[in-house]
Nanobody, 119 residues
Framework: QLRLVESGGGLVQPGGSLRLSCEAS????????IGWFRQAPGKEREGVSC????????NYSDSVQGRFTISRDNAKNTVYLQMNSLKSEDTAVYYC????????????WGQGTQVTVSS
């Protein structure tokens, strides 16, 4: 069974850090680009960051540029999202998704992990 499982969410104070993990099972991430998305209550889902299968190319939304870092360890079949200098507006459910390299559609999605930034 092909699955993506996110972990690492939680409650953190403004200015704090969290590292999210996205682990794949049932398939190898080597040939997949991975994206992180988030959805806050009452808002549409938005793309946060993505990384190519090789890991050489990364992209970030303007809202997280300079604060979040995406990385991957293909040996562990896992992608990470390091989130620093967290703000209250980063509060959302975070999802990872996988798409085959050079295709636009994300085929596999995780179940999401809650991130709450609050004092």
């Amino acid at each position: 069974q092909l699955r993506l499982v996110e972990s690492g969410g939680g409650l953190v104070q403004p200015g704090g850090s969290l590292r999210l993990s996205c682990e794949a099972s049932g398939f190898s991430l080597d040939y997949y680009a991975i994206g992180w998305f988030r959805q806050a209550p009452g808002k549409e889902r938005e793309g946060v960051s993505c990384i190519s299968g090789s890991g050489f190319r990364t992209n970030y939304s303007d809202s997280v540029q300079g604060r979040f870092t995406i990385s991957r360890d293909n040996a562990k079949n896992t992608v990470y999202l390091q989130m620093n200098s967290l703000k209250s507006e980063d509060t959302a459910v975070y999802y990872c998704a996988a798409r085959p390299n050079y295709t636009p559609v994300y085929d596999y999605w995780g179940q999401g992990t809650q991130v709450t930034v609050s004092s």
